[in-house]
């Protein structure tokens, strides 16, 4: 099972928006509705941020949207912040469970 | 509240084996799946499988068979990954992460552990 593909970095200045895609196949992103979205920041776990596309977990800022079409997944950051800058990680439930993607580092210029 | 801890930090020598636990608490442990996940240093997430809390079955992705084991103790909600001939390139992080589940399982990973730093060097 192949990665997903993220764009390696993605940077923005503060109160803009960023998107970062999530690219698979049909077999995984296109194929269920099951990606979801990790924020984590340098030394610590992962946070579930997105899932099941585009739902938010209670207490994750609705600034944090996501949405999907065809074989690519997209997580939006609006109002961009400086705690904002950490790495983000998509993943989709495939035939094998599961699959992550690359992993985008965002930057708040 | 929901928590996962994870026992410290690890260094082993090459060749030797290495168990990490991950002590739930705060809800019914067999009542959601626990995963884990490997990130190298300096790299990305990498899902190495699951296991069934309630069955206790375990299933490996591929490129984890043979030298990782998963297993549980429920008497004390912890799951233990076990990696054994240990290799310079076993060197990460590795995160247990329980599975969604609200009536049905739903794909996602709602609580992680802090993660257990395993080096393997001579």
């Known amino acids: 099972q192949s990665a997903l593909t993220q764009p390696a970095s993605v940077s923005g200045s503060p109160g803009q928006s960023i998107t970062i895609s999530c690219t698979g196949t049909?077999?995984?992103?296109?194929?269920?509705?099951?990606v979801s979205w990790y924020q984590q920041h340098p030394g610590k776990a992962p946070k579930l941020m997105i899932y099941?596309?585009?739902n938010r977990p209670s207490g994750v800022s609705n600034r944090f949207s996501g949405s999907k079409s065809g074989n690519t997944a997209s997580l939006t950051i609006s109002g961009l912040q400086a705690e904002d800058e950490a790495d983000y990680y998509c993943?989709?439930?495939?035939?094998?469970?599961?699959?992550f993607g690359t992993g985008t580092k965002v930057t708040v210029l | 509240q929901v928590q996962l801890v994870q026992s410290g930090s690890e260094l082993k020598k090459p060749g030797a084996s290495v168990k990490v636990s991950c002590k739930a608490s705060?809800?019914?442990?067999?009542?959601?799946?626990m995963n884990w996940v490997r990130q190298a240093p300096g790299q990305g997430l990498e899902w190495m499988g699951w296991?069934?809390?309630?069955?206790?079955?375990?299933t490996y992705a591929q490129g984890f068979t043979g030298r990782f084991v998963f297993s549980l103790d429920t008497s004390v909600s912890t799951a233990y990954l076990q990696i054994s001939s240990l290799k310079a390139e076993d060197t990460a992080v590795y995160y247990c992460?329980?599975?969604?589940?609200?009536?049905?399982?739903?794909?996602?990973?709602?609580?992680w552990g802090q993660g257990t730093l395993v080096t393997v060097s001579s």
């Open positions: 992460a329980r599975e969604g589940y609200s009536g049905y399982v739903q794909y996602y990973f709602d609580y």
């Open positions: 705060g809800y019914t442990f067999t009542s959601y799946a």
């Open positions: 296991i069934n809390t309630n069955t206790g079955n375990p």
């Open positions: 049909s077999s995984d992103v296109g194929g269920y509705n099951y």
């Open positions: 099941e596309v585009s």
């Open positions: 993943s989709s439930y495939t035939s094998s469970r599961y699959v």
